[in-house]
């Protein structure tokens, strides 16, 4: 765990870098907080806490107070019987480092990556599209997703653009696209717990749901452990901000926040600021995710 000053300014908890899908390095998502002036990162990257890890020398030389945190991936059958929601989890672990258990059971969880993306790479070709797993493992090693599935069809002409090829070939309305065989979010939501971690629903908009069934399901997490809500994301503007920072307090869930930075796969997005300077995340949201684990 990285010693950390105290802080006053403003903190971004939602970022990636090359260890899974983003386009910076952990030593440049390093560089790049300080030159932004931010007093906090953390690092989320998808399965994986290697960024952090790699991170952290970095940081502790730059005087950054850095946060261990983690994307995953889970699937949420919805109360009503209409169907489920990919519900995307970060855990956060602000003071100790994770357990023993929950770092083996994110071992079996790469290997069911990998097992997606050899069945995307299948789809892709049955279309016509030449991309091997073994491409797309030299870019993203054993974090290999979506990303960088969109990195090669660019580079070998398939499409222009990284929206293109998600829209044609990877994002979930696509016709080659393969979904995840995930945990259910109760059960992720409690492997984060259970492992020394805080679970927070991330970029809450992206369930696409109406505002009552909106609560139902949020509710339904945080009866199975969920402790807190993403208020500021690039996805939301002020309107969806003062929404869910109401909202987690109703629900009594620790509001975060953070830009959800990916570098040059989202360009428009800023570590930070977010989309066109629609986030500022203030220091007290860190504050708050020690206290709750202290």
Do not use: C
Request: proline share 4%; charged share 25%.
């Amino acid at each position: 765990m990285s010693a950390h000053r105290p802080v006053s300014g403003y903190i971004d908890l939602h970022s990636h870098t090359t260890e899974s899908d983003g386009t910076f390095s952990p030593e440049q998502i390093v560089e790049l907080a300080v030159t932004s002036g931010l007093d906090a990162l953390a690092i989320t990257d998808h399965d994986t806490f290697s960024g952090y890890e790699k991170a952290l020398p970095f940081a502790e030389n730059a005087g950054l107070d850095l946060v261990r945190g983690i994307e995953l991936n889970s699937r949420l059958a919805l109360s009503d019987g209409s169907g489920h929601r990919h519900v995307h989890l970060l855990g956060y672990f602000p003071v100790a480092r994770p357990s023993q258990e929950f770092l083996e059971w994110l071992g079996s969880e790469r290997e069911d990556r990998r097992n997606r993306n050899r069945k995307l790479a299948d789809a892709l070709g049955k279309q016509g599209i030449h991309i091997t797993l073994e491409e797309v493992e030299a870019r993203g090693k054993s974090l290999a997703g979506r990303a960088h599935f969109a990195q090669l069809l660019v580079e070998k002409g398939y499409v222009q653009t990284f929206e293109e090829a998600f829209r044609r070939f990877l994002g979930e309305s696509a016709p080659s696209y393969v979904e995840r065989q995930s945990q259910t979010s109760e059960a992720a939501v409690q492997r984060i717990n259970s492992g020394g971690g805080i679970a927070v629903a991330a970029h809450p908009v992206r369930l696409s749901l109406a505002r009552d069934s909106e609560r139902r399901e949020l509710t339904r997490l945080k009866a199975a452990g969920l402790r807190g809500l993403e208020i500021y994301h690039s996805d939301h503007p002020p309107e969806l901000q003062a929404h869910y920072h109401q909202l987690a307090q109703e629900l009594d869930l620790l509001p975060t926040g953070g830009s959800d930075f990916h570098g040059a796969i989202k360009p428009d997005i800023q570590l930070g600021t977010g989309l066109r300077g629609n986030i500022r995340v203030p220091a007290a949201f860190l504050a708050q995710l020690r206290n709750f684990v202290q």
